[in-house]
């Protein structure tokens, strides 16, 4: 049993230690320590949304983990505290999370003004956000002014990342026009800020060709932001270059949510989602756990492969199932 009153209160102090209990707290899947968690969370929540929610994502290699220690040291410097999460749902299936790796992030991890939080290593790719989220809003009680979110997969992950930050920062390889298309439609419309890395040296001219590229590519497309033109940035993580360009687009992005209450908006949007994402889940889990649902669905299965029945018929019957208790507890 945790001391859930004395956690929080470590929490909203800064105290480290008690922000890392939180955070195990938070992302335990422990059935027991779901309620003692969401009564921290609670206890939190009114402290929670002053933070700048910062999504990062880009393909492997393209040097996040560099670049996030970059952009996590240059706001330290700035005299900010930044957080930094994780989403890593493919942790689960190559054995162990890339971003449990300690030589990850050393220099940022070791400053006083940062905390760098590994993903836990197991659960879908939706519990997996799901803690996420709950993590975001601990390190914003705890006084963070920045939390980036980085997610590690590729593809979907990028999806649950951009329904929990403000703004969502892109990163790219130099390279030809293949390498940009590389980066899926849907989440280049995603991008608030696009920054192509490795603008350093053989890359330099690379990096200028792929930037002038994903111009032209982001001009088609329709941004989240109502009156956004997502600008294409050159930045070299290694050399620490380009972060405080990079860090004021994000701002002024930002600041264009907020002004035109597209911040409120989004959060509310998110928020919303977030709740039925979770009803759905749970509903599904709940369905596929009844006795009768279980008993009956090799039958269906093995009915619709005979072409006895249709899917659709086939998932009728399963859900009437469900509608049948339904109704006996009602009546
Ligand atoms: P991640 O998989 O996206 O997290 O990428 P990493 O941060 O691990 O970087 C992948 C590789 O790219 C490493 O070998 C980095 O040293 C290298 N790298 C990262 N940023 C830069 C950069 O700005 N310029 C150059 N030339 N290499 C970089």
């Not at 956690?7 to 992302?27: H, N």
């Not at 939190?44 to 990062?56: D, K, M, Q």
């Not at 999460?85 to 942790?91: C, G, H, K």
């Not at 298309?181 to 890395?197: H, P, S, T």
């Amino acid at each position: 049993m945790a001391d859930v009153e004395g956690l929080a209160s470590g929490v909203i102090a800064g105290e480290r230690r008690a922000l890392a209990k939180a955070l195990t707290l938070v992302e335990s899947t422990r059935d027991d320590h779901q309620g003692e968690a969401q009564r921290l969370l609670e206890r939190l929540l009114p402290r929670t949304g002053r933070a700048a929610r910062v999504g990062v994502s880009g393909v492997p290699g393209v040097g996040k983990s560099t670049f996030i220690e970059a952009l996590g040291m240059y706001l330290v410097d700035e005299g900010a505290r930044v957080a930094v999460l994780a989403v890593d749902p493919s942790s689960t299936l190559s054995g162990g999370s890339v971003l449990g790796d300690k030589t990850r992030m050393v220099r940022l991890a070791a400053s006083e003004r940062a905390f760098v939080r590994p993903t836990p290593a197991s659960g879908s790719l939706g519990g997996v956000a799901r803690r996420t989220r709950e993590a975001l809003l601990v390190c914003e009680a705890a006084g963070y002014d920045v939390v980036l979110v980085e997610t590690v997969g590729v593809g979907q992950s990028e999806f649950a990342v951009a329904s929990m930050v403000d703004s969502f920062l892109l990163l790219a390889l130099p390279g030809a026009g293949d390498e940009l298309q590389g980066i899926k439609r849907g989440i280049l419309e995603l991008a608030d800020v696009l920054a192509v890395n490795k603008a350093d040296g053989d890359g330099l001219r690379r990096a200028e060709q792929a930037a002038a590229e994903a111009r032209a590519a982001l001009r088609f497309l329709r941004s989240a932001t109502d009156g956004w033109t997502p600008p294409v940035l050159l930045v070299s993580a290694r050399e620490g270059r380009g972060m405080a360009l990079v860090w004021e687009r994000l701002l002024e992005h930002r600041r264009l949510l907020e002004r035109s209450g597209q911040l409120e908006q989004k959060r509310a949007v998110q928020q919303e989602s977030w709740l039925f994402s979770l009803l759905r889940e749970g509903l599904e889990a709940r369905f596929f756990a009844r006795p009768d649902v279980k008993a009956s669905l090799d039958d269906v299965l093995a009915q619709i492969a005979a072409r006895r029945i249709t899917p659709t018929e086939g998932a009728r019957r399963l859900l009437a199932l469900a509608d049948a208790s339904a109704s006996a507890t009602r009546g």
